[in-house]
């Protein structure tokens, strides 16, 4: 027989998880819920009992965890209440981080497109390149200035615009970064750090399977992977055209769609980079005048 996780979590917030669920409790209209809820009533909400008989847990074991009187709650035990009080997935993912448990609602779906405001986003900042990028490291969204500096992600194929794959298979572009080897190595390790949830995924397996195949560096680095969780840092491109650019490389999550992460390239002050991105994306608009942004 298996043991039941038992979640670890400091009294504090185990009081915070009590308090939470009773806030919780109290908010549903009974009516809605149980048969109890006919006789006369002193309190709002669903009682105490009613939650137990819906969840199928203890009544002294419910009640002293209102009261934060245990020490740690199994994930079996967390879902029933959460689907009796009629938890959100925000909500039970809150109620879960409380009780120091991991919690996995399942594999959202991968993004391949965003939302107008999020294009609107990257089109509003200028000649400061930027691209958003799904769960997978796809890139599924950018700027012109991005493509000022980097390329046509659009003209690209679908595997082209993944991000550790161009880093691997697209030699002509690695060859404009200085100190490539160690930068691709940094792009290995965050992606791996960022990934490792799901590597018995078969996209997973094939996409690992498809590099290892596609690149020796890829083949002789992954097995000794080091893991990084991503940080600003700073590169330095040589632009056949404007010379050295450096920038500063910066992610961020976005709230609303914790599976994009928005990723932009601001220039290094002092460096004249700034300049040579204002020239460049001027010069792409100029020899561009009808383009149209392609579909993604």
Known sequence: MVKAEIGKSSSSRMRELGQFLRARRERIAP????ARSTTRRRTPGLRREEVCDISGVGLSWYTWLEQGRIDGVTADKLHSLAAALQLSADETTYVFELAGLP?????????????ARYQALLDTIGSTPGYISNSRWDRIAWNDAAVSLFGDFGADPPRERNVLWRTFTNMS??????????????IL?????SQGQFLEERW?????EELLEA????REWW?????????????SLVHSRYGELRLF??????????EMTLVLFTPVPGTGTGEKLDCMLADYLRENPDRVRPLR
């Open 31 to 34: 009516q809605k819920t149980t």
């Open 103 to 115: 919690h996995h609602i399942g594999r959202p779906q991968v993004a391949e497109t965003v939302p």
């Open 173 to 186: 572009r690695r060859r404009t970064l200085r100190d490539r080897d160690a930068v691709a190595q940094v």
């Open 189 to 193: 390790a965050e992606f791996a750090a």
């Open 204 to 208: 997973m397996k094939d996409f690992v």
């Open 215 to 218: 690149s020796p560096e890829f």
């Open 223 to 235: 097995p000794k992977r080091g893991v990084s969780y991503s940080r600003d840092k700073e590169i």
């Open 249 to 258: 490389h910066s992610s961020f999550r976005m709230m609303s769609d914790a």
